[in-house]
């Protein structure tokens, strides 16, 4: 990794996954005199503000005015900065949903969007504040690249990848800590490349974000309670997504379970689906998410699990598929 | 420096071939939005002739002034300016609205040399303008900003927003023009939906507000001089008429966006013609 900041396990317990991204972003600034940050009245929330601490000048609140932030990002992108905006998640890709389509990925500009307070993971706020629909509505945008981080390790290796890809990107990471998934940030972080998590044949279960580490502990108890071997991706990138990991585990396993902190509509498991459907192989196949309806209030650790995306979720889920004979023809012998 | 009597005639003429291209492309691309592109064309001539700081032959010059035509609707007047001035084939404007052409009714800066920014939907301008004047500071530069709006636009709250920025981090590197031909689609802008006492609403948004006769070169010129040398962002409040130079577009809402046939198109030219003898005269008589 370019630059000396290595994170470790300790400084896991110790920094929120959006502390990761503030640290990573004021690392970059010093790298690169042309990055320059924005927020909408969320320097704090974001951690967007651990920037704006060591690079004042370099540094552009612009009250909440999130229309206004996008354009003004895109006229700074267009003239030779690097724009790195944080508002929350559900405000970057709704409220400027128009600024984020013409100003940012119709021109093409080289802007990153690191979007917080993603899914559900500021529970108690309610539905005005969770971004349930942000990856429909950005995995649709020409150009945009879309990132969901597992973890704070993850972040800062996503936030260091989008600096270096030419081109708008959308990080979107929770608000809060995220159980930790990496101890350490060599793992071979590759945009539009699924990590695979944990072994497996019998069925896959494909992850994004937080659910990427409910997955691995489902895995983990199903092997050892169920004998079952369960392939776990973490598909950190939901666009481009990793079309080949996804008809591998189509190829290998015949089983797929999805599980994201998003509408089932329009995210990873629509995408999953999008690539299954194109290769004309049939395979059992559930969506996990929130069930096109809004979220209730509550903690996010509680939220998940009524939602059935946490460990116990994915485990009857994979039961569910593993029980199912998807196979509902016995003469369909052109399958796999 | 004030405008000579050489300058002015020079701009005047330069704006009336301006206009005539304009018709050209609308009768070429068999409609387009002519009301809103005349009510403009002055200012993109003085900008593309005496302001202007660019490069023919280095369109993407880092130090360039940039210019953002935030009511994208003009393109039907930007593209003829642009392919005039040199960026662009003249050629291409017959090719204006054909399917596959580089060159559609809101102009795409990733195809059209020396676009600066995609505009279309309404409101996104003045944002940009004011993230390009912010980045001449961080990148320290010297160059300037122009942003054109519309005025019917000005109903969007994100031009509001930007002002905002425009007043806290006092851009005096950004001149801001608005075409105020009062006309919208539906109507007079007072009826579709009220903006005046619009000077008022910037002077309290910050600006330093001039007002001026948006088809008079030499107030637009001074108005330009003036805001060079302010120490505050200055917002040039052009009253202009929509169609102006072309009797029965002039001032008349439904000209937003019209076709052009061969009888009309001959009409029209006549119309220019008379329009540009009548602006010459007063340049004769006002110049000094």
């Known amino acids: 990794m370019a630059g000396g900041f290595v994170y470790t396990a300790v400084e896991s317990t110790e920094m929120s996954t959006a502390e990761y991204y503030g640290n990573t972003l004021a690392e970059l600034g010093r790298e690169h005199p042309e990055i320059v940050a924005l927020t909408a009245d969320l320097a704090n929330s974001t951690k967007i503000g651990i920037f704006q601490k060591e690079f004042p000048d370099r540094f552009f609140n612009v009250g909440i005015a999130e229309q206004n932030m996008f354009g003004v990002a895109a006229g700074m992108a267009k003239a030779g900065c690097v724009p790195f905006l944080s508002t929350f998640s559900v405000f970057a890709s709704l409220r400027c949903a128009d600024q984020l389509h013409t100003d940012i990925c119709y021109q093409n500009v080289n802007a990153k969007i690191i979007a917080t307070h993603a899914g559900t993971s500021f529970g108690q706020a309610g539905s005005t504040h969770h971004a349930i629909v942000d990856f429909a509505v950005t995995r649709a945008m020409p150009n945009l690249t879309v990132i969901c981080p597992a973890d704070g390790v993850e972040t800062a290796n996503a936030v260091r990848a989008a600096y270096e890809l030419n081109g708008p990107v959308y990080i979107r990471i929770n608000r809060g800590f995220d159980r930790v998934l990496y101890a350490d940030p060599d793992y071979g972080f590759e945009i539009g490349k699924a990590v695979e998590l944990h072994e497996g044949t019998d069925i896959t279960v494909i992850a994004t974000g937080s ?107 994979v039961r569910d598929v593993m029980g199912k004979d998807f196979e509902l023809d016995d003469n369909w012998d052109d399958e796999v | 420096m004030s405008l000579t009597k050489d300058e002015w005639l020079a701009l005047e003429k330069k704006a009336h071939e301006l206009r005539n291209l304009c018709l050209d492309t609308t009768y070429w691309a068999g409609s387009g939005h002519i009301g809103g592109g005349m009510s403009c064309m002055d200012i993109l001539t003085i900008l593309y002739h005496k302001y202007l700081n660019i490069k023919k032959d280095d369109p993407d010059w880092a130090d360039r002034d940039r210019f953002i035509l935030s009511k994208g609707h003009a393109g039907i007047a930007y593209a003829p300016v642009l392919c005039d001035y040199g960026y662009n084939d003249k050629e291409q404007l017959k090719t204006f609205n054909l399917t596959n052409s580089k060159m559609g009714i809101h102009l795409d800066s990733n195809k059209v040399v020396g676009v600066d920014a995609s505009t279309g939907s309404l409101g996104h301008g003045l944002p940009i303008a004011a993230g390009t004047a912010l980045a001449a500071r961080v990148l320290k530069k010297s160059y300037m900003t122009y942003c054109l709006t519309g005025d019917g636009e000005l109903d969007e709250g994100s031009n509001w927003e930007a002002a905002m920025t425009i007043n806290h981090y006092n851009l005096n590197n950004l001149i801001t023009f608005v075409d105020r031909n009062h006309n919208m689609i539906d109507g007079n802008t007072e009826d579709v939906m009220k903006l005046e006492p619009l000077a008022d609403k910037f002077t309290s948004f910050g600006f330093d507000v001039k007002k001026v006769d948006g088809q008079n070169i030499k107030e637009l010129c001074d108005a330009v001089d003036y805001a060079l040398a302010s120490p505050r962002p200055v917002l040039i409040l052009a009253d202009t008429a929509k169609g102006a130079g072309i009797k029965m577009m002039e001032n008349n809402y439904k000209w937003h966006y019209g076709a052009i046939d061969d009888k009309l198109y001959e009409e029209c030219k006549k119309d220019l013609e008379e329009y540009y003898q009548k602006r010459v005269e007063r340049v004769e008589r006002e110049a000094k």
């Open chain 1, 211 to 317: 659910c990427a580490f409910q997955a691995l502990q489902a895995a983990n108890f199903l092997e050892n309670a169920d004998g079952l071997k369960v392939r776990v991706l973490n598909m950190h990138t939901l666009k481009p997504l990793d079309k080949d990991a996804v008809l591998k585990a189509i190829m290998d396993t015949r089983r797929i379970v999805t599980v994201e902190d998003h509408n089932i509509i329009g995210g990873l498991g629509s995408a999953v689906a999008e690539v299954m459907a194109e290769a004309g192989k049939g395979c059992g196949f559930t969506r996990l998410g929130l069930k096109d309806t809004f979220a209730p209030i509550g903690l996010h650790e509680d939220i998940m699990s009524m939602l059935g995306i946490d460990s116990n979720g994915i485990i009857a889920a």
